[in-house]
């Protein structure tokens, strides 16, 4: 049985992003990402390996589970994101925590274009 989450847990200050419709100059409606909030989450590093690319190029998939309070956010959005000390994380889906509730978990890729930052 895992240990409660609590409030000290949560030590990674984050950024959430979502995408919103919006019009452009031109009076089209388009799509762009815009801050939604900010929140504390728990980030712990679940998996890596790396990937193929054509040419023979490889890169990193590295994926994290992100735990926030429910009231964080009530309703997930298809397309989100967060940024944690200048990296992004896409997230692929989120779920509720079952057993602990007012808890939320954010299972998210780690978008890597210029490396990762060490600190």
């Known amino acids: 049985m895992s240990r409660p989450i609590g409030a000290g847990d ?33 980030l712990v590093p679940q998996s890596g390996s790396r990937g193929r690319l054509e040419g023979g190029m490889e890169r990193p998939e590295i994926t994290h589970k992100a735990t926030v309070r429910a009231g964080v956010l009530p309703e997930i959005p298809a397309d989100l994101y967060f940024t944690y000390r200048g990296q992004r994380y896409d997230v692929l889906y989120g779920y509720p925590i079952y057993d602990r509730s007012g808890w939320l978990e954010l299972y998210c890729r780690l978008v890597v274009d210029r490396g990762v930052k060490s600190n």
């Open 10 to 42: 949560l030590r990674c200050r984050i950024q959430l992003y979502a995408r919103v419709e919006t019009e452009n100059e031109l009076g089209e409606m388009t799509y762009e990402y815009a801050p939604l909030r900010t929140a504390w989450a728990r």
